[in-house]
Nanobody
């Protein structure tokens, strides 16, 4: 069984910063792409950023220059540093990992339970 557990969400004022963490645990053989998505009320889930095993990153246009994704493969953890936060960043942020649970098995997507980020004065 694989679990992804996020932490670091909360309430922050506009212009502030937060750092999200997501640790994957359980039966993990290898992790391919790790990423963060977000979903605001009444809106579709959208990709915020992802990072592949050779640390190539990809960001949504709305967060480029403000958010930074990174990963620690020794800890099976992905981070999202969020700076210069705006009210439009308010959403539930969900961690995603594309991984294998054993050798010679297909990659599967796993999701965390989500952490709330609220940007408000």
């Amino acid at each position: 069984q694989v679990q992804l557990v996020e932490s670091g969400g909360g309430l922050v004022q506009p212009g502030g910063s937060l750092r999200l963490s997501c640790a994957a645990s359980g039966s993990i053989f290898s992790i391919n792409v790790m990423g963060w998505y977000r979903q605001a009320p009444g809106k579709q889930r959208e990709l915020v950023a992802n990072i592949n095993p050779v640390y190539k990153t990809n960001y949504a246009d709305s967060v480029k220059g403000r958010f930074t994704i990174s990963r620690d493969d020794a800890q099976n953890t992905v981070y999202l540093q969020m700076d210069t936060l705006e009210p439009g960043d308010t959403a539930v942020y969900l961690c995603n990992a594309d991984l294998q649970t054993a050798a010679f098995t297909p990659l599967r997507d796993y999701w965390g339970q989500g952490t709330q980020v609220t940007v408000s004065s």
